[in-house]
């Protein structure tokens, strides 16, 4: 079974490699759609996702992974998004009828966090956050830790959540973007 990470809306998003040095879009990550709407800084470290009327963007990592920590510095946009969810998560992408997904979504921005968890393509474990402080007006770390015993959600060191059980099993994963 195989997980990515996915990010989107505007962005400026980057999950970091072990090497610093290495961290290059180009060398880990792909667009996924919307390539005319994603745009990367000269030192490849850096990536804005945009969206309009017309469109919005999204990049995969080019990667698998069987676990880890994952995590990502980004800044949710001050525009009005209601409707719009701008999100970060990892997600089954082999398994259509038993996907598995670990989610960061912001919903609109009035400073609410969800996160939530599907295993064997079952969710119901979301968890929301009236947030204390402003995910528009400064880049904070989200970072998921996940393994065959539990996800831990972070922020910027700060434990947001922790979901333990032996519901899934080492999976192969990679990072995505919509």
């Keep these: 079974m195989a997980f990515c990470t996915i990010f989107i809306l505007f962005l400026c998003a980057f999950a970091v490699q072990e090497n610093v040095a290495d961290n290059n879009f180009n060398a880990y990550y792909s667009p996924q759609w919307g390539r005319d ?3 990367i800084d ?11 009327r017309s469109s919005g963007a999204g990049f995969r990592s080019k990667l698998d992974y069987g676990a880890g920590l994952f995590h990502i510095r980004m800044k949710i946009p001050d525009r009005k998004t209601e409707g719009i969810v701008t999100a970060f998560y990892l997600i089954s992408i082999n398994t259509p ?3 598995y997904e670990v989610d960061y979504e912001f919903l609109g921005t009035n400073g609410t966090l969800q996160t939530n968890v599907f295993a064997n393509d079952t969710g119901n474990r979301e968890q929301k956050f009236k947030l204390w402080f402003d995910p528009t007006k400064d880049f ?10 539990q996800i831990v ?17 080492s999976d192969i994963i990679q990072i995505r973007s919509p």
Excluded: C
């Design 37 to 39: 709407h994603l745009s």
């Design 42 to 52: 000269a030192q490849g470290t850096q990536v804005q996702l945009k969206m309009d």
């Design 97 to 99: 009828q038993n996907h």
């Design 140 to 149: 904070h770390t989200y970072e998921i830790l996940w393994n065959s015993r």
């Design 153 to 169: 959600f972070v922020r910027n060191t700060q434990h947001l959540g922790i979901i333990k059980g032996p519901d899934r099993q």
